[in-house]
């Protein structure tokens, strides 16, 4: 990351200020919560800042560290290439474009969250950095990391602000095999009786539009929607026309913008242990400790997403596969060994 990747991060941030301000965009306030917390922290200048610790581990001796920064700059790069080869015109950004990239300016961090990716454990991590919330992250209830309101959001500044950030703070975000994904979100949201919610919002909804004569009990709850029928949903043109879709099952490329927003830190789920402690390392906190899963979680919800595909017919799963094309293309995924795509 030399001279030339520093000139690109300041001309997409000029870049995305003059989008703002094309769409007439007003600057808004900071709200009275952050509004000091600019000149706090690593401003001051008492440590380096995070964008800086990485452009130094870019640049200097060989180290365990170092070796990761390596393993983070291949991804920027096959991110950056394949933002080149498959993206076209794109439109200008809106701020509220940005309201998934979240801010902590005590430490220089924008953090772009992926729901279904570790986002509810970055939240409480981010509350425990900011001084929110207690100091162990684990102590944090989900619907607390959640709340609105609790972290600022990129969306929340003026252009000004929105630049100075994007050219000085570190950015990054988590992905995941873009299938896996999928099939933790319709678990978590419509197959689980503590999704009740969702189900009331969308499982209605999919039995309504999708299932021949629905027993009264479905059409009122939406608490027995099956994957095949939540799949047909996505891919049904009249979803994305009505709305767009719910942040659990929109693609994360379509909610972080990465061909539009420079990310310094691609980290996956596959990696989650290792990339966590990268970025709070540094962030100046390595003695946090991000709340990972258990260790055999990963493998288990492999073996739940493949148990649910392998009754998805090979057409559905294609045109799925088209859905998410362009997440499997930039993060660098390959389509699962139990997708059969031709």
């Not at 009331?200 to 009122?220: K, M, S, Y």
Request: proline share 8%.
């Amino acid at each position: 990351m030399g001279r030339r990747c520093w000139r690109r991060r300041a001309l997409a941030a000029a870049c995305l200020g003059a989008a703002l301000l094309l769409l007439g965009a007003a600057p808004r306030a900071l709200r009275p919560a952050f509004e000091n917390s600019l000149s706090s922290g690593w401003l001051s200048g008492k440590r380096r800042s995070p964008l800086q610790m990485l452009y130094d581990l870019d640049q200097g001796p060989r180290s365990a560290l170092a070796a990761l920064a390596a393993e983070h700059r291949q991804r920027r790069d096959l991110l950056r290439r394949a933002c080149s080869r498959h993206t076209r015109r794109q439109r200008l950004l809106r701020p509220e474009d940005l309201r998934h990239v979240l801010v902590d300016d005590a430490h220089g961090l924008l953090y772009c969250y992926v729901p279904k990716v570790a986002c509810t454990n970055w939240k409480r991590v981010l509350l425990a950095l900011s001084g929110r919330g207690p100091a162990d992250p684990r102590a944090i209830p989900a619907h607390e990391a959640h709340a609105p309101g609790r972290l600022p959001s990129l969306a929340d500044f003026g252009p000004a602000e929105i630049n100075r950030r994007l050219r000085a703070y570190l950015a990054f975000l988590f992905v995941r095999e873009p299938f896996e994904r999928l099939a933790s979100a319709y678990r978590n949201k419509l197959a689980r009786p503590h999704g009740a919610a969702f189900q009331r919002r969308f499982g209605t909804r999919i039995v309504r539009r999708l299932r021949p004569r629905p027993r009264p009990d479905a059409l009122a709850r939406g608490h027995d929607v099956r994957f095949a029928e939540f799949l047909a949903y996505l891919l049904d043109p009249r979803t994305r026309r009505d709305e767009p879709f719910n942040e659990h099952w929109e693609r994360a490329h379509a909610l972080c913008h990465p061909c539009r927003l420079r990310y310094d830190v691609v980290g996956k789920f596959e990696t989650l242990a290792d990339d966590a402690a990268f970025v709070l390392r540094l962030a100046g906190a390595p003695h946090l400790r991000f709340p990972a899963p258990p260790p055999r979680a990963p493998a288990a919800a492999r073996d739940r997403a493949e148990r649910l595909f392998r009754d998805v017919s090979p057409f559905y799963q294609r045109r799925l596969f088209d859905l998410y094309r362009m997440d499997f293309l930039l993060f660098n995924y390959s389509a699962p060994a139990y997708v059969r795509l031709r």
